[in-house]
């Protein structure tokens, strides 16, 4: 007889521990609201006190500030969230940069592409180390890195560190996917395309012809909400992904599959 009972999604993170980089705005904050609807206990890691300790209160959960760059306050974040809950079940390192001064290879200085790197790049393999950490001790977790979609398509309107710690943040996570697997642990990159969030909203107000350039080529023809992209961390978070790992995870409105857009 087949199992007929009903599944409540909203329960379906229930007693499970969330950590969150970036999770004070944007996609990370949209997970946070999302991830708590599903039963999850959050906890917000963020450089912004004010803005992080809003958004855990938002969502019940924990804020602990972070620099996701400084080693030993990573291991404080995600060593805080097993203290205070219990456990770390999720990861979702998701804090990143993309600033004015990442452009073109020709025009983007050292510092400039230093700085990109140690917030997109170093940032995940520390949260990743901190998570695994106790995840391994555990015998089960699911990290979500997010990488972006232009770590699998080249742009003539480049942001050249950016697309760099990206495609190292979806090469980090194919690893640590195998690697772990088979203590149960899954790691998958999350690769989102354009999203309405204040970073990318400010970007293209700069350059409205960037913005245009890219818009034309989303089959779907617009840029996600970071609800929907919330929503592929969620599953990606939970048992019906039990069977996903390793994996480059897009949502992206179709672009890395257009060859044309439709008219």
Not at 32 to 51: F, K, M, N, Q
Request: include cysteine; charge should be negative.
């Amino acid at each position: 007889m087949p199992d007929v009972t009903p599944i409540d999604l909203t329960q379906r993170l229930a007693g499970r521990v969330a950590v969150i980089t970036g999770g004070a705005g944007g996609i990370g904050l949209a997970t946070a609201r999302r991830l708590a609807a599903e039963g999850a206990r959050v906890v917000i890691g963020d450089v912004d006190p004010v803005t992080g300790s809003q958004a855990a209160d938002q969502v019940g959960g924990l804020f602990v500030p972070v620099d996701v760059t400084d080693q030993q306050q990573v291991d404080a974040l995600f060593d805080i969230a097993a203290e205070n809950y219990g456990s770390v079940d999720i990861a979702f390192n998701n804090a990143g940069i993309s600033p004015a001064d990442d452009d073109s290879i020709e025009t983007t200085e050292l510092p400039a592409w230093q700085r990109v790197q140690d917030v997109n790049l170093k940032s995940v393999y520390l949260c990743s180390r901190a998570a695994l950490r106790h995840m391994v001790e555990q015998g089960k977790g699911s990290i979500i890195n997010t990488a972006s979609f232009v770590a699998v398509l080249g742009s003539a309107t480049s942001q050249i560190s950016y697309t760099a710690s990206k495609g190292g943040v979806l090469a980090m996570s194919r690893e640590l996917g195998v690697q772990f697997a088979r203590q149960g642990i899954r790691v998958n990159a999350l690769c989102p395309g354009p999203v309405n969030t204040p970073l990318l909203e400010e970007l293209f107000a700069k350059d409205p012809e960037r913005a245009a350039r890219r818009l034309v080529h989303i089959p779907l023809g617009r840029f996600a909400d970071p609800s929907e992209i919330a929503a592929a961390v969620a599953f990606l978070a939970s048992d019906d992904s039990s069977f996903i790992t390793g994996s480059t995870f897009l949502v992206d409105g179709g672009i890395s599959s257009a060859y044309v857009t439709p008219v």
